[in-house]
């Protein structure tokens, strides 16, 4: 059977592009009247854009590129889930021969020295890993022997131990190219560990299925050196997405959002768009966005790297504020300065390795 051959000029497929084109006016202006009240209109692309972006996130906030991720193709996706796969196998295989070959070895020795068989008693303990081992309960994250290699034998990280206290404040400092931005990507599952295991929220990272993942993600907010805005939105409706993204109901959303926005001291701003702030107006922007849906765990990657002293002075007390309203921060900086003047818990990561971890630290000086 010949296909049927659409003709992008007959009267049949205009005659649905218009119809197409009136439900999703119809939809708009619909979503309008929910919207706040002088709500600009918007053009048609950025709507799609983010609708793709939303579908292709599903239910967590922005944590790329959003231009990234838009472009980003299932196909891509996919191939970076086969590889990741492949990657498992072979290490899997590695130990497997790694394993019998010291066993051979073992068994050699033993022939050579004569050595009678072992018995029960004389065997020594094996060492076992507690496959069901779970954190304390007031543990919220936890890394145990990770270490992730972008190339193969040149770990990032290497051999990362450490707990996070729910409602901790904690910096984690190091020089660029140290593996502090690896850390942050290990704790969304943006990246698998090679070896170890990360605990979030007593989610067990690296072993979640990909649809699991929106769940882990949405228990942390996170903000980026370089904010992240939506541009072509206004500052309500920059929070108002994380909102949406999670369905949350429009009367909570009205409520949530002017709620956060006063929070970071920018209740005045609602309408105004990002390239109408400062950078350190934008960063609270992120902020909220980050906390609108209240997440436990709030993660900064360099938040003020693009701020001057008093604005990162700000930021800085903000995020004190939001620690001591509860939520467990995270804060990756390399300001010795504001690292030493917070006195919080400081982890310093030099080339991949933890090389220290204290209590009401400061940045460690090399010179
Ligand atoms: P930091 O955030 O402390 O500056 P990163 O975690 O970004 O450090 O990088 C740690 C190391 O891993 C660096 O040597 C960096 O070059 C390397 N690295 C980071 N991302 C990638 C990547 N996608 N592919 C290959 N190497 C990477
Ligand atoms: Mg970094």
Redesign the pocket.
């Known amino acids: 059977m010949a296909k049927r051959k659409l003709n992008g000029d007959s009267e049949e497929v205009k005659a649905a592009i218009e119809d197409l084109k009136r439900k999703a006016a119809a939809n708009d202006s619909e979503d309008a009247e929910d919207m706040y009240d002088d709500e600009e209109k918007l053009p048609e692309e950025s709507d799609i854009a983010v609708k793709s972006f939303e579908d292709r996130i599903n239910d967590t906030v922005p944590l790329g590129n959003v231009g990234d991720l838009i472009n980003e193709t299932t196909e891509e996706l996919e191939e970076q889930q086969r590889y990741e796969e492949e990657m498992e196998a072979e290490e899997r295989r590695q130990r497997r021969e790694m394993r019998r070959r010291s066993r051979m070895n073992e068994l050699r020795e033993e022939r050579n020295s004569g050595r009678v068989e072992e018995t029960e008693e004389s065997a020594p303990p094996r060492k076992r890993k507690n496959k069901n081992y779970k954190p304390d309960d007031d543990v919220i994250i936890e890394l145990s022997g990770v270490s992730k290699s972008?190339?193969k034998g040149?770990p990032?990280?290497n051999d990362v131990n450490l707990k996070i206290r729910k409602g901790e404040f904690v910096f984690i400092v190091?020089?660029?190219?140290?593996?502090?931005?690896?850390?942050?990507?290990l704790l969304l599952r943006e990246l698998k560990p090679t070896t170890g295991s990360i605990w979030v929220n007593k989610y067990r990272v690296e072993k979640l299925r990909r649809w699991q993942i929106p769940k882990l993600r949405r228990s942390m907010g996170v903000v980026f050196q370089d904010f992240r805005l939506l541009k072509d939105r206004n500052v309500y409706e920059n929070v108002a997405f994380a909102q949406r993204i999670v369905q949350t109901p429009i009367r909570e959303m009205k409520r949530n959002v002017p709620n956060i926005l006063a929070t970071v001291g920018l209740a005045g701003k609602y309408k105004a768009r990002p390239d109408e702030l400062s950078g350190g107006e934008q960063q609270r922007v992120a902020l909220a966005r980050a906390l609108v849906n209240k997440p436990p765990i709030l993660l900064a990657?360099?938040p003020t790297g693009n701020l001057d002293p008093k604005n990162t002075i700000e930021i800085m007390n903000l995020l004190d504020t939001i620690n001591k309203n509860g939520t467990t921060v995270l804060v990756?900086t390399h300001n010795d300065k504001i690292v030493n003047d917070m006195q919080k818990r400081v982890i310093t990561?030099k080339n991949?390795v933890v090389v220290s971890d204290e209590e009401m630290g400061g940045y460690i000086d090399e010179d």
């Open positions: 972008y190339v040149v990032a990280l190091g020089e660029s190219g140290s593996g502090k931005s690896t850390l942050v990507r990657d360099e990756v990561i991949g």
